[in-house]
């Protein structure tokens, strides 16, 4: 164990995977984003040729990664922010995902497409998008977002791993988190959400970055007595859905803290598989924080008015709670 | 885009290619002619339940035979929704082919690909992309596979003039060429004014666009499968020496019947007598048989050289049709997968 | 009222809005589809040069269509098969959706993108998708999808005339159906659900295509004395949440009939709102028939197994009546 | 993409050019760099709360005077996240712009777009994308609008070289050139071996993609404004007349500080005398001010042809100055939306 911040961590999981596979390359430049953290990606100097800086030619690049990946490499692509993944969309959710499956599972595809979502303080509104469940709705692909710096590291090595494509969003404002970190070549599962916190009186699923808020939001609720628990799916393609389910067996309540936009996003997908699967054990209505349905201003008030955080989730379980 | 592109097309040396060579090139043809008929076949006959649409290549014959066999065994390959030609041409198992065409288990997909995605890793075949502009940059994906581990092998794009309608398709050009990475971009240009073309380029020439991303080009008559097969071999040659990318441009006659699943010949299927026997040429596509149809022309071609006797060639086509009959025939025997064998979300 | 098919009912509605509007343009071929509906088309033929057949360039048609409808025309821009609108999505999704709402309200973005989405009997792998989900995730956008001939032309005359960008997905299988069709202008407004068929033991949410599966499914119950009622949205986003509410607090039960698939799709969107805001009248758990979570394979029956129909959903709302 | 393209740089016809015409010229350039100090110095200000980044159009003035200044009122543009200098230039409101920039309520988007997004329709601004190749396929969209409304205007892409990295950038160059659509291409070229280039092409030169695409392209050296100016009026007269699209490439020597939100002048903020007081010129910037700074260069022109005087120069940019700072000190007073007014979801 090591402290380390999550920019850090996920470089320290991509070396590990290049130190032990010399099939696995890595196209991308700012994986650790544009902050004080970026400092982290000067250990991917020593790995030369095997560390790509490509042209802004997104959807010809996501192919070259995906092709390169069918022909004997382990590609590892970081797009920057999220949006500029949107210029390869179709070559991620209709070729990467479909390539192993349509071959009858005479190719491979380990590929995993990496890059920034969300809500990042003056992004506006062409570079905020939060685009997971649009990704997680594309069967064929692995869809996973690390929380915490040992799941930045170890998830990001089971993705360089896998036989398939996988997708890893990770928030801008997580970079800087600072936590130990398991030494040397560390793994972590897909399908295995994380319990970040026990509680008897509701569930607050929450991904990615709100994994945080979930968390201080419990803080807030414990002091008014209310015993939240918290639960970090860590990977929404193939989500966990028992661990969920037992929680609410447990709780009897569910609120869901995500930062898509509202409508046809992640909260609903969890709410949906509970009022599905878990109906019997939900004493009170299911709630989504989320993102409102709208575009995102830049206006920092604005921009605010529309995050989730702790205060919207404590709230949240209040109204569960008195439901 | 109509015209032929800049680039001289290769001088006819036919004393390159000996009796065995020209033989391979003609077989290989009526392998793909015989295949594609055969499919015909397969689409119009209810029983075989039949479903979804093929791009077929029959009229593309000498592009595709002719590149092809330029190529090493060990070289790569990526193809678009029009691919049967290719695979038939590098020896993929034509039953299983025609069994995928079907979604039939013993499909080179497991019936999960089809006619667009027919996969075969065995004989250098990687993805088939049906999206236009897919094959091409999966093709520098290879090819940038090939450089990193340094392969002698090379990486081969075969695609239409469509692709390069679109961005991703000059993304592609422009990163080979960038990288020098090792790779072959066969493209086969069919569109001609009148016709609604595949492409629509305000390019004078398809090649101007590779040719201005700093990469060798040339463009050959696609109905001459030897001026093809010479072209190709110097393109394989300077891709191979690690001399970068290399645009080879095959210009070609849309066949006809190339959108329909019905067989649009004179005589219902291919007849090589119209090889000499000219005067049996008929029907509203006479003029393609005559002009353009690759098959016939070499035929004559080898005739006319005395490279090969009438018999010698009935001979040879009634072996590649009787073959692919019996691989045909055993295709349509192959089971459709257990529905529920769908219920997988990965391999 | 005259009876024409769905396609033909389509082309009515542009034509209309052609007629009744100068500033009307058209981008696309084969909006009638491949079938023997493709005739249909012929009737814009006379509108010359305000119908343009493009190139493959899906990512610059987009924005030629976005870039004319913010400089005084109002564009119809028909990209074929969904999935190749993949190759547009930043211009959707992230241009298109945002133009007007970020300029201030300064700029009127009065363009709509049409397409074919669904399985269809051996699209295979890559010519299946419905990404109606997606699109309904993506803030900006309105998102409809007729399932009637009335509609197909009502809806699009709406989309047309809507200063904002609308994303309108057609099932190629509704091509051919026939029914009365309002003559001359005729609009559907965005929001308003339509009751199909009334009912007072279960609601089914059906979308598209699986309309008429459900109709189908309601008359196969109505022989075992269920009586099902059927609800088409119609419209995605906007999305009329308060008749799917109505309709649930009367009958206690929802099933929703969807082909996108299941996992975080629009299905998840319908089963969320009523969890959260219609708990209190739901007796059962929810049902989701949707696309299950796999890439379509070309294969016949495979692909049969995977598309949800009148069987499903019948047996669907058994369940939900046995819980 | 390092050398400047091909086609030659445009006559230097000065005489074309009258004192008042050269004078708007500088004081354009002024206004856009006085503008720019203005963002800096928000930006640094804790107390006006500023968030986001910017792109600094500092260093080409030059172009975006030249360019903007021969264009017509009515004619439209798209531009990209680098987008201060042309509105400024074709006179938008710059209390306003200062206001978006910061997020307030005053904005020309209402606070909803910031730097990257600026909109103003009332000097032909239509959206501003932050997305490489997003100005230059919008623009090509509002030139298809012209072209259906028989319009004289045409519609100008403001775009960096990143563009033709984007596939679309050169679907948007093939579409106006298929459909002679009125439309000129202002690429600004900063790329420059060393730096980490905005592009990496493959092509020897830019221009050699659209010049591919059969449409004329020139190449100006951006430090000269009036070579841009001279070639612009070229290119808008082309445009206007029908026939078809123009690429010009202004070719720029990125300023020191494009990236940072720091001034980067040797004397913290442009100081004109620099135009004749040379010795003034130091620090780690000094050689961009010396060789490539526009303002510099062009104050220290007309000087040297005696067609103004220093005491004329100063005045002019104390004028610019002045009006800049009373229209930041207005901005700045501007209240931040309400921050429900967030929750519309469209206009
Ligand atoms: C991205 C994308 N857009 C549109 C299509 C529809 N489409 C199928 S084949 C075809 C024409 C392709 O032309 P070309 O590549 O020259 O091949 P050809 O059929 O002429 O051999 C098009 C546009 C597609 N498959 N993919
Ligand atoms: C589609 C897309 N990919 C990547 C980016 C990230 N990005 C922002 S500015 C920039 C460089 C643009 O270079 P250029 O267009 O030449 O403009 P310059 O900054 O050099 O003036 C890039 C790649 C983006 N904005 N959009
Ligand atoms: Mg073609
Ligand atoms: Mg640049």
Known sequence: MTEMNFAEAMIDGLCVALDSDPSVSIIGRGISGHGAEAAADKRLAPYGDRVLDPPTSEAAVAMLALGASMSGLRMFLHFGTGVFAFEAWNQVVNEAANARYMSGGRLKSPVTFCMFHGLRNGGGPQHSASSQAMYANSPGLEVVMPASPADAKGLALTAIRSDNATVMLVHPSLLSLRADVPAGDYAVPFGQAAVRREGRDVTIVAFSRQVTEALKAAEILAKEGIDAEVLDPRTLVPLDEASILASVRKTGRLVVADETPVHYGCASEIAALVAEKGFGSLKAPVARVARPHTPVPFSPGMEAFLTPDAAKIADAVRRTLAA | ?347
Chains 1, 3 share one sequence.
């Open chain 2, 1 to 347: 885009m109509a015209d032929a592109a800049q680039g001289t097309v290769a001088p006819r040396k036919e004393d390159r290619l000996n009796k065995q060579e020209r033989l391979a090139l003609l077989e290989c043809m009526l392998r793909i002619r015989r295949f594609e008929e055969g499919v015909i076949h397969l689409a119009m006959t209810p029983e075989y339940e039949y479903v979804g649409r093929q791009h077929l290549y029959i009229g593309a014959e000498g592009a595709g035979a002719g590149a092809c066999l330029a190529l090493g065994k060990d070289d790569l390959a990526h193809t678009t929704h029009r691919n049967h030609g290719y695979l038939v041409a590098r020896g993929s198992d034509r039953m299983r082919m025609f069994a995928e065409i079907l979604g039939r288990a013993d499909g080179t997909n497991l019936g999960r690909g089809g006619s667009w995605h027919i996969c075969d890793p065995d004989v250098g075949f990687r993805s088939t992309s049906a999206m236009v502009g897919g094959s091409i940059a999966l093709a520098v994906g290879s090819a940038y596979a090939l450089q990193k581990q340094k392969s002698k092998a090379i990486s081969v794009a075969h695609f239409g003039d469509g692709t390069l309608d679109e961005g991703i398709g000059y993304e592609a050009l422009n990163i080979a060429s960038l990288f020098k990475l090792p790779v072959l971009f066969m493209c086969e240009n069919n569109s001609k004014p009148g016709q609604r073309p595949s492409s629509m380029l305000a390019a004078k020439h398809l090649s101007h666009v590779p040719a201005a991303l700093d990469m060798p080009t040339k463009a050959v008559n696609g109905a001459d499968v030897e001026a093809v097969h010479l072209a190709a071999k110097e393109a394989v040659d300077h891709v191979r020496s690690g001399k970068g990318p290399y645009f080879l441009q095959a210009d070609l006659e849309r066949w006809p019947g190339s959108h329909q699943v019905h067989a649009a010949f004179p005589t219902g299927v291919t007849d090589i007598s119209l090889a000499w026997d000219e005067g049996k040429i008929e029907g509203k596509n006479a003029d393609w048989t005559r002009t353009y149809d690759p098959i016939r022309l070499y035929a004559k071609k080898l005739l006319g050289e005395n490279a090969v006797t009438r018999d010698e060639l009935t001979a040879l086509d009634r072996k590649v049709a009787d073959e692919t009959d019996k691989l045909r025939a055993t295709a349509v025997k192959s089971p459709f997968p257990p529905a529920d064998a769908a219920a997988k979300q990965f391999a």
